[in-house]
């Protein structure tokens, strides 16, 4: 009898060897990681997508096991992250709050939040509210992950404790930490938003595509992360899989640039589609300064009165968005400009084009004309990259 108890301790009901173990867990944290992405970001905070009764359940009941948390809790705080992004009143901003506080306390801020009632009151609408939710997922969230304790311990014995631990602190340390203090202050951006949303790599598996953090900050309602060839989103290639056996819908997707190369004047289906593409058009703007910057360097690297680390600092100033640029760098820019006309036009008419979809008071004839004028004075600037870009803007369709 007790050569059985010692036995069920050290191998449970499974005898799972080491590496299926391993297996295993790694199995059911990747559960968790696309029931967090499709279920609680995609479908439930951004209404990207509707799911079948069948995963929609699955995902609460799995998410309720795997991780306590609660679905208005989840998108609430989500959503106020959005709106209030990069400010004081954002729940887990590394702007704000320090890079170290949110990657190593990004869990307790998520609770911290989630005890506000003002922000579960404006933010948590339209989330499940069925008697499921208020008598068990909500009332009871921490019974789940109890629950799964006794599975773990169960299925492989004392080893079944680590299996649990690792699962208790996927969440916490990959979305809690990883995304939302990694995701806002490491990595690349295809897209100058608003914020300082990072994708920290182009392959988004381990997090289930949510690694894509400024593509998602770019087009937050697209049920989508990818937007470059060499990007993969697992947990886009899920959702096609759902659709396909008609267990999800999806409702958005951030739009993709259309092109009319024999167009020669621009026309308001070109205004519309600028304006809708954005960020695609201002992320195509950074590479033409980017090449002009490259030009331009070698002439620049001649004045005696350029240090090389001023040269440094301000070819990162030309990247940054205009309008979050602070008085000293934009005196930094100035000076820059005084040895580089090239330069100080690509910046003054990327400040230009940006302004064409901020003026909502002016009707469509009027932006159009404006759309016209610039690129008519971009394709006389005699400066290449520009030229070429202007061509590309007027081809949009």
């Known amino acids: 009898m007790l050569n059985a108890i010692i036995n069920f301790l050290s191998n449970g009901l499974t005898g799972a060897t080491a590496w299926q173990v391993v297996i295993f867990t790694l199995v059911v944290t990747h559960i968790t990681i696309a ?6 970001h995609r479908c439930q905070a951004h209404r990207a997508l509707d799911l079948h009764a069948i995963p929609s359940h699955f995902f609460r009941f799995w998410l ?9 809790e989840w998108a609430a705080i989500h959503r106020k992250h959005h709106a209030k992004c990069e400010t004081e009143e954002d729940p887990h901003s590394p702007v704000t709050r320090g890079i170290k506080k949110v990657l190593l306390e990004g869990a307790e801020l998520y609770r911290a939040e989630s005890k506000v009632p003002a922000t579960m009151e404006k933010y948590g609408h339209g989330t499940p509210d069925d008697w499921i939710e208020r008598n068990l997922y909500t009332k009871h969230s921490a019974l789940g992950i109890v629950l799964m304790l006794f599975i773990n311990l169960a299925l492989f014995g004392v080893i079944g404790l680590t299996v649990w631990a690792v699962q208790m602190l996927w969440i916490p340390i990959t979305a809690a930490g990883i995304i939302n203090g990694i995701g806002h202050y490491w990595g690349y951006r295809n897209y100058e938003c608003n914020d300082a949303a990072t994708n920290i790599i182009p392959f988004g598996i381990l997090i289930g595509g949510e690694e894509l953090h400024n593509n998602h900050h770019t087009f937050g309602t697209s049920a989508k992360l990818s937007s470059k060839w060499y990007e993969f989103d697992i947990g886009w290639m ?7 056996v008609g267990l999800a819908k999806v409702k958005k997707i951030a739009p993709a640039p259309k092109f009319n190369h024999a167009k020669l004047v621009p026309d308001l289906d070109t205004l519309q589609s600028v304006i809708a593409n954005r960020y695609d058009v201002m992320a195509k703007y ?5 090449s002009t910057w490259h030009e331009e360097r ?9 240090e090389s680390g001023f040269l440094k600092s301000v070819k990162k100033l030309l990247q940054r968005e205009p309008t979050k640029l602070e008085a000293p760098q934009k005196q930094q820019l100035t000076e820059l400009f005084l040895h580089s006309k090239a330069l100080q036009t690509m910046h003054e008419m990327r ?3 940006g302004a064409i979809w901020e003026r909502s ?10 759309l016209q004028d610039w690129c008519a004075r971009a394709e006389a ?11 590309r803007l007027r081809s949009y369709s």
């Open 35 to 40: 029931g967090v992405t499709i279920y609680l």
């Open 64 to 72: 309720w096991l795997s991780t306590g948390m609660v679905t208005k």
């Open 238 to 244: 899920y959702i096609r899989m759902l659709e396909m």
């Open 286 to 290: 950074a590479k033409s300064l980017k």
């Open 298 to 306: 070698a002439h620049l690297a001649g004045k005696a009165a350029l």
């Open 351 to 353: 400040v230009e084009l």
């Open 361 to 370: 008071h002016f009707t469509r004839d009027q932006l159009l004309h404006q």
């Open 381 to 391: 600037s005699k400066i290449k990259a520009l030229e070429e870009f202007s061509l």
